[in-house]
């Protein structure tokens, strides 16, 4: 049985290997702005004037729906804590005000999403902290290059592991005891490979994933909480991790199985992209983890 598996994943890593020069050119982008630290007026407004910049240079090189985005993200409104438009996009928008905040959720979202597709992390953030209420805020953290569908990273946990170091030093910055991590599909690797330094975080999360990116539970003193909504794809996922010389391949155990020592919380019928969809079971179900009330 384990021959057949392995080949296929095997047959599945090279297709994705093939696919993956069919992507689009990187959008020129600035030198991103080194903001003040600290969660202040003055950060959101330094950050602010680099995605201004980048939006002038999308537009000057003709990339409309790239400009149309960055524009839109440089509204006064909106606040973020870092913005890199370089190699598909880094930033860090906020919801609520962190630095008063009781409690603090960070997002951390799979694969496919970059600036190009940030609207579904920010109206997932947005819903998010609508359930939770003024004394709570929320990150969307756009905080690495994730892998796209048709990549052969996305059966790897590489991109997870170059990802970590960045995800730590948010935590540490927004005070563990308060963060909670809410881990999506492939953003699920990326915390369980942090989890380990993650230092006391109040609850880490993972719902809609492919794996926690170890073979067993993670390491971590934080409760782990997953899930899986019953119409979600990723069930028909293989859960596996093979050591080959030069690669690991696969993104290990599944949250969901006993084996992981989770606390499984049912999420609904919905899909793949229908966790924090407003109104929904597991969004109401991840608002009462991060509130303390599961």
């Known amino acids: 049985m384990r021959f057949p598996f392995r080949r296929s994943l095997l047959i599945a890593s090279l297709a994705v290997s093939l696919a993956a020069p069919l992507s689009g050119a990187e959008v ?31 537009a000057a090189h003709g990339h409309r729906r790239r400009a149309e985005v960055l524009r839109a993200m440089a509204d006064p409104a909106r606040r973020f804590l870092f913005f890199d438009g370089r190699d598909g996009g880094r930033a860090a ?13 960070v997002l951390v979202p799979g694969s496919d999403t970059s600036l190009d597709r940030y609207g579904r992390l920010r109206s997932g953030a947005s819903a998010l902290h609508e359930e939770l209420g003024g004394r709570a805020a929320v990150v969307a953290w756009l905080g690495y290059r994730t892998p796209g569908t048709y990549e052969a990273a996305l059966l790897t946990p590489d991109r997870a592991d170059a990802a970590a170091p960045a995800l730590r030093a948010l935590v540490d910055e927004l005070g563990p ?16 490979r942090a989890a380990p330094d993650l230092g006391g975080v109040a609850s880490i999360v ?22 899986r ?44 992209s229908d966790y924090l969809r407003p109104g929904s079971p597991a969004l109401r179900a991840i608002a009462r983890i991060v509130s303390g009330d599961a």
């Open 229 to 272: 909504a019953g119409g979600d794809w990723i069930a028909r996922v293989p859960h596996a991790r093979f050591e080959l010389p030069f690669v690991t391949l696969g993104l290990g155990l599944d949250p969901v199985d006993p084996a992981a020592g989770t606390r499984v919380f049912p999420a609904g019928d919905g899909g793949h």
């Open 93 to 105: 928008e906020v919801f609520g005000d962190p630095a008063t905040a009781e409690r603090v959720a």
């Open 28 to 58: 020129p982008a600035p030198e991103p702005v080194q903001p003040p630290s600290g969660l202040s007026e003055a950060r959101y407004a330094a950050v602010r004037q680099g995605i201004v910049a980048a939006e002038r240079t999308a």
């Open 206 to 227: 993972l719902f809609g994933a492919p794996g926690t990116g170890t073979a067993g539970p993670l390491r971590t003193q934080a409760p782990v909480w997953a899930a």
């Open 177 to 192: 005891a308060r963060v909670s991590l809410l881990c999506h599909s492939y953003g699920a690797v990326v915390c369980g």
